[in-house]
Nanobody
Framework: QVQLVESGGGLVQAGGSLRLSCAAS?????????MGWYRQVPGKARELVAV???????NYADSVKGRFTISRDNAKNTVYLQMNSLKPEDTAVYYC??????????????WGQGTQVTVAS
């Protein structure tokens, strides 16, 4: 099992910055491969924001490229999302996800509880 706890959300003015953190713990934390951030607004599907694999490769949604940076501290089992030049359309609940290797051919996804990010115009 893996537990994920997000922090760092809040209210910020447009153009401002926030840094989200997601700390992983549990018996299978050493089997985490990919970690990522997703976001969701009411009435819409959850969407990928950024993802980072254990080797450090990253991928970003086009809407956040150049503004957001995902990073990972494997020693602390923590993934971060540095969000700069925030826009009102970035307002959402942000969720952390970990993809965990269980056995050959089997991977499980674990989600955090979410943290609210609100960008005021």
């Amino acid at each position: 099992q893996v537990q994920l706890v997000e922090s760092g959300g809040g209210l910020v003015q447009a153009g401002g910055s926030l840094r989200l953190s997601c700390a992983a713990s549990g018996t299978m934390v050493s089997s985490i491969n990919t970690m990522g951030w997703y976001r969701q607004v009411p009435g819409k599907a959850r969407e990928l924001v950024a993802v980072i694999i254990s080797g450090g490769s990253t991928n970003y949604a086009d809407s956040v490229k150049g503004r957001f940076t995902i990073s990972r501290d494997n020693a602390k089992n923590t993934v971060y999302l540095q969000m700069n030049s925030l826009k009102p359309e970035d307002t959402a609940v942000y969720y952390c996800k970990a993809n965990v290797f269980v056995r050959l051919g089997t991977w499980n996804d674990y989600w955090g509880q979410g943290t609210q990010v609100t960008v005021a115009s």
